[in-house]
């Protein structure tokens, strides 16, 4: 008879190796010296306490109003971009305000389809944070 590590040594083996790899969170701090991470997923903001209005994926029910960001500390939005599938970007609006944890701009009226808003916002200790938002407009 065969001692049992004999016989679960390689099946343990396959599992560690077989095991798919974790996906990689965003980075906000990209580009911050050692807090710089390998390429991120786009709009993957949950993990780094980022809450966005539209949500990553969201379908509304007719044009949003306002684009929100709120977050685990205080920004300021310095940023916002919208763009429609196959139209330019076009530049939104940011009022100059002082860093807080819930940032907002008025969006202009979005007809029907799928969009691609890009943000970004910055700390009070000058660290910048950007996103991208992906969303359709029913």
Known sequence: MRP???????????ALTSAPAPALAQDPHAGHGAMAAAPAKPGDHAAHGVVTS???GEMTHGTPDWFTAVFEHPMTLTAVTVAGEGKPAQ?????????????????????PGRYVLTWTAKGADGHEMTGTVRFMVH
Do not use: R
């Open 54 to 56: 539209p949500a990553e």
């Open 4 to 14: 049992l590590m004999s016989i679960l040594a390689p099946a343990l083996a396959l």
């Open 91 to 111: 530049a939104v609006p940011v009022a100059a305000a002082a860093a807080t944890t819930e940032v907002s701009a008025d969006l202009p009226d979005l007809t």
